[in-house]
DNA sequence: ATTATATTAGACCGGTCGGTTTAATACGTG
DNA sequence: CACGTATTAAACCGACCGGTCTAATATAAT
């Protein structure tokens, strides 16, 4: 009973590590099974529907990963922009460490089967729901309007994600660094 | 003379397009040829370096295509956040129309190969960082010091490839109407 | 011990990938 | 016209792709 989740389990964390990496069609099954060395038919096992089915449950995982990482971050900070600036600081640390590459978690997947795979898409349209809703729950706490908090989750998750692709192709922290900084600025109310 | 400009041309419009859509490896170089009706001695007689040097081209082509495409806005706007504002809402115009598909214009293939091709890496940083100068331009020309028309730049430039990723994977505008329905109250000056 | 089941192992498949090669053909120029 | 170059054409290559299949092997229940 161990033994086969820590099979399927590490099929999957060594999916989702790579998909993050390099995209979907940048990463053959044979990578992830040398990687993981797990054999070919424990795969087919598992995912009977083969690398799409393995890629849908990769998605989850990374959902539920970076839904914790937002999570405790944001149960440190009380005021909601202080902590979406805490989450983005502690994004260019986590970014920086070479040994865990994060990669651009759901967006390498999303921007290239969002027109071919309809699970996929699927998937990580629920992922990024998620991770705006986490985003929004925040402001809704600190007694912000719904639409409000809808519309500052949309912003903060765009922003972050462009922010991220930004980042890895400038090979450089500071376009991730500048959005932290500007945060407050960005989400402080104004008039009304 | 003109033959020859017409299928190298073709072969570059063909890539970027298809780049676009479905990314790096989502593209064979057999589907660029049948789409484009040229044979595969053509491209490697203009491309010598082959697909990576024709996905090169193409990056500097679309590069150049969305700075036109921003250009063409910014001038009939003075004020730069409406400016910004309506480029968004004609991006989502845009997007709309399905008969030209837009895609990711450079983000699908830069999050694929930003750490596995140099030479790709590089040229879409350098289209990023074009098109970060001329949102940058616009705020200096409107009085902005160099710093804040700096970070503004990486500022818009992040959450609008946030906000295409986020509407291409939700298969609807609402990501992106929102942005634009927000940039006033994100961009508006308030102390200082 | 026996049986049923879950899992591992990897050879194998047809298809497609990017890329190479060679020969034919069009074309510009003297 | 003749000649050298630019271009087209497609057969072909080895490598790798995702996926299938069958047999061996653990594992658990009776």
């Given at each position: ?27 053959g099954l044979n990578d992830i099974l040398k990687e993981s060395g797990i054999p070919k038919g ?22 539920g990963v970076v839904i914790g990482f937002i999570e405790e971050v944001f149960e440190r900070t ?104 500007q945060i407050p600025m960005l989400l402080a109310k104004k008039s009304g």
């Amino acid at each position: 009973m161990t033994k086969k989740l820590n099979t399927k389990g590490m099929l999957i964390e060594t999916a989702s590590r790579l998909f993050r990496m390099r995209g979907y069609d940048g990463v053959g099954l044979n990578d992830i099974l040398k990687e993981s060395g797990i054999p070919k038919g424990s795969l087919y096992h598992y995912f009977p529907e083969g690398k799409e089915g393995l890629a849908v449950e990769a998605i989850r995982h990374t959902k539920g990963v970076v839904i914790g990482f937002i999570e405790e971050v944001f149960e440190r900070t009380e005021d909601p922009i202080k902590a979406v600036q805490n989450h983005i600081c502690e994004l260019v640390e986590v970014m920086r460490d070479e040994k865990e590459p994060v990669g651009f978690p759901i967006g390498a997947i999303a921007s290239e089967k969002h027109s071919t795979s309809e699970p996929i898409r699927k998937a990580c349209h629920s992922a990024f729901e998620e991770w705006k809703e986490t985003y929004s729950r925040k402001f809704i706490r600190a007694g912000y309007s719904e639409k409000q908090a809808e519309d500052l989750g949309i912003i903060i998750l765009a922003v972050i994600e462009g922010g991220i692709l930004l980042s890895l192709t400038a090979k450089s922290d500071k376009p991730l660094r500048v959005i932290a900084e500007q945060i407050p600025m960005l989400l402080a109310k104004k008039s009304g």
